[in-house]
C-alpha cells in the first residue's frame, strides 16, 4: 500500500509558474501527475520512472511542465511553468509497479489532489 499526499497548489495568473509535491510513504516503480478538470475527461499530464527517471509528458504541457523526483524523500514534483487557463484543474498524484510507466496500464495508488487556478 503506499499512500500519497499531494501539496503546492494554488491560484496564479496566466504566465506564472507553480511547484507541486508529491509525499509518497513508500517507493513504488512509477510515479505518474494526473489532472481532472470540470467538463473533462482526467488526463494524464506526466510520468516518471523512479529507477533511472526516465519521463513522458502529455504533448499539451511539453517544454513547459518538468516532472522530478527525490528518491531518498519518496518525492516526486511537477514544476508547472507558463501556466495558461487550460491548465486549470485538480491534480493528483498516482504511484504503481511496473516498468514501462507511460504505458496504458491503470495507476494503483492516488492522492487526494491539490487545485491549481490559472486566471487572467
Known amino acids: 500500500q503506499v499512500q500519497l499526499v499531494e501539496s503546492g497548489g494554488g491560484s496564479v495568473q496566466a504566465g506564472g509558474s507553480l511547484r507541486l509535491s508529491c509525499a509518497a510513504s513508500?517507493?513504488?516503480?512509477?510515479m505518474a501527475w494526473f489532472r481532472h478538470a470540470p467538463g473533462k475527461e482526467r488526463e494524464r499530464v506526466a510520468t516518471i520512472r523512479t529507477s533511472g527517471g526516465s519521463t513522458t509528458y502529455t504533448d499539451s504541457v511539453k517544454g513547459r511542465f518538468t516532472i522530478s523526483r527525490d528518491n531518498a524523500k519518496n518525492t516526486v514534483y511537477l514544476q508547472m511553468n507558463s501556466l495558461n487557463a487550460e491548465d486549470t484543474a485538480r491534480y493528483y498524484c498516482a504511484a504503481r509497479s511496473g516498468e514501462i510507466c507511460h504505458a496504458q496500464v491503470a495507476y494503483t495508488y492516488w492522492g487526494q489532489g491539490t487545485q491549481v487556478t490559472v486566471s487572467s
Open positions: 513508500r517507493r513504488s516503480d512509477c
